[in-house]
């Protein structure tokens, strides 16, 4: 008999067709992995140097809990230069990716009672992370045609005395789907007169089709966010997801909090990673260029696949997602004998085809599959032609 804690807990979806894929592949099978979301870019020179030279320099050990104070001003600077607010450093925590500053930020803030509105169709480890703080995932679906955005109406129509928080994603994965200034202040503003606790995970900000980056919660009147954290980190904006850098920005008391529970979990993140990223953050030309290569080739692989879906795969229905590299869809009219459900089809595509998609049911979306097209452009059209002449 296992922990209470872990009742319910589900592995990451995500992960898990990721792992799958690995595996057939040591099997020889011919697969076109589109599951998990991670740039298929190379982490730019110049910061992968920074980590082998701190390696050399000797900065091997310990580090403090919340951050060397070189990132932690590196990440203060990049946000002030991005947004013109002010930062203070004693506001941010850098953890091991951005999954732990979610994990740090509900497990301080929310717990057993505590219902948490997470917007569908949601990442994968919301739900879960709230789960194991014992708080409540309350799911809350857009309207329909509202561009998979929820909007104060769904909120005032969700909220209940026991609703604390809600958490916020934009660009979203899995939809693409990016808040207008207007659309995000409209919400914080919300639940700032409701004294709800904001968690607005931006992680893809940098990578958005309709602007330069897309609106921050650090754009909005400072008053309005007492109660919200920012989470960020150095994973998808400028490929570097194995190097597990993430990081939080709050209140410097709620941040202190998440120090303390770091220092039990993990301490701080790791030596040589944290200096790879003083490299990025610093925000330099170089940096600026890497990112505005990688989103123009993301911008040109989503036209492109956008165009051959509408082109081959007519049944599918989506919204073309303005950011991230993820593109959900529908195929709950393509579901039949041995492909009923999202499970059940990503099963059948992957064995008919060598195509992996995720689930849309991880999402909260069971007519959905997400296809992320973070990898070679050749390949993603090319699981486009597969999936096109499996569901002939
Ligand atoms: N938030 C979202 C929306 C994500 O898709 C991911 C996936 N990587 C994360 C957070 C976690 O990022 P990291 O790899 O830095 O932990
Ligand atoms: N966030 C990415 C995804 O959704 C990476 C895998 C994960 O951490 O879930 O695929």
């Not at 993140?269 to 200096?275: G, L």
């Not at 303005?322 to 709950?332: M, P, S, T």
């Amino acid at each position: 008999m296992l922990s209470e804690n872990v009742s319910g807990l589900e592995a990451s979806a995500t992960l898990a067709v990721a792992a799958l894929c690995r595996q057939l592949r040591a099997q020889g099978r011919d697969i076109l992995d589109l599951s998990a979301g991670e740039p298929d870019f190379r982490t730019p020179n110049f910061a992968a140097e920074a980590g082998i030279a701190s390696i050399e320099q000797g900065f091997t050990h310990y580090t403090p809990v919340p951050g060397i104070p070189q990132l932690r001003d590196a990440i203060a600077s990049y946000l002030e230069s991005a947004t013109g607010s002010r930062i203070d450093p004693a506001g941010i925590v850098v953890s091991n990716g951005a999954k732990q500053a979610l994990f740090n930020a509900c497990f301080t803030l929310f717990g057993p009672g505590d219902d948490v509105i997470v917007p569908v169709p949601y990442w994968t480890s919301y739900p879960e992370i709230l789960k194991l703080a014992r708080a409540t995932p309350v799911m809350v679906r857009p309207a329909d045609g509202a561009g998979d955005k929820l909007t104060v109406a769904d909120l005032q129509a969700a909220v209940t005395p026991a609703t604390r928080g809600i958490i916020l994603n934009s660009p979203a994965n899995p939809s693409g789907a990016v808040y207008s200034l207007e659309e995000l202040d409209a919400i914080v503003r919300w639940a700032a007169g409701r004294n709800l606790w904001i968690i607005s995970d931006e992680i893809y900000g940098r990578l958005c089709f309709t602007a330069e980056r897309a609106a921050s919660i650090l754009d909005l009147d400072p008053s309005l966010l007492e109660r919200a954290v920012l989470v960020d980190g150095a994973s998808k904006a400028f490929a570097m997801t194995g190097w597990r850098i993430g990081f939080s920005y709050c209140a410097p008391k709620l941040a202190a909090t998440f120090n303390a529970l770091q220092s039990h979990v993990t301490s701080g993140a790791a030596a040589a990673s944290q200096y790879a990223a003083v490299a990025v953050f610093a925000h330099e030309p170089r940096v600026q260029e890497s990112v505005t290569a990688m989103v123009r080739l993301f911008r040109r692989r989503r036209d492109h696949l956008v165009t051959a879906m509408r082109e081959h795969v007519p049944h599918a229905v989506f919204s073309v997602p303005d950011g991230a590299f993820y593109l959900f869809f529908r195929v709950d009219s393509c579901y039949g004998p041995g492909r009923n459900g999202s499970v059940e089809f990503c099963s059948w595509l992957l064995e008919k085809t060598g195509v992996a998609l995720v689930p849309g049911i991880a999402f909260g979306d069971d007519r959905a599959v997400r296809l992320s097209y973070a990898a070679p452009e050749a390949e993603v059209l090319g699981a486009v032609d597969r999936i096109a002449a499996a569901l002939r």
